[in-house]
């Protein structure tokens, strides 16, 4: 059975800096493209960053270019994101998702494309 679980959430200040961490099980990792979303609280989930199944190539919200990182290592089967400059609006729940079948290359920013999807790890940015 496939598992997504993440990890490194947290509570920090304004301004500073969270990693999350997302390790897979169960599937071949590197066929797999993946994303990270996220959902307020009342809201609906929205993306954050995508990446291809090699990592060449990566995609991001507007609202987080140039603080956010998506990464991968594939040897590892995990997937994190980098988050700096945090600010008290991206107080959510961060959610990782994986989908196959994408060709290599391209990476996958709507969330109902994704097949599986992480229990989801909560970041709050007191104001």
């Known amino acids: 059975q496939v598992q997504l679980v993440e990890s490194g959430g947290g509570s920090v200040q304004v301004g500073g800096s969270l990693r999350l961490s997302c390790a897979a099980s169960a599937l071949i990792f590197s066929n797999y493209a993946l994303g990270w979303f996220r959902q307020h609280p009342g809201k609906e989930r929205e993306f954050v960053a995508a990446?291809?199944?090699?990592?060449?190539?990566?995609d991001y919200a507007d609202s987080v270019k140039g603080r956010f990182a998506i990464s991968r290592d594939n040897a590892k089967n995990s997937v994190f994101l980098q988050m700096n400059s945090l600010k008290p609006e991206e107080t959510a729940v961060y959610y990782c998702?994986?989908?196959?079948?994408?060709?290599?290359?391209?990476?996958?920013?709507?969330?109902?494309?994704?097949?599986?999807w992480g229990q989801g790890t909560q970041v709050t940015v007191p104001s």
């Open positions: 990446i291809s199944r090699s990592g060449v190539t990566k």
């Open positions: 998702a994986a989908v196959s079948g994408i060709t290599t290359g391209y990476y996958v920013t709507q969330d109902t494309k994704y097949r599986y």
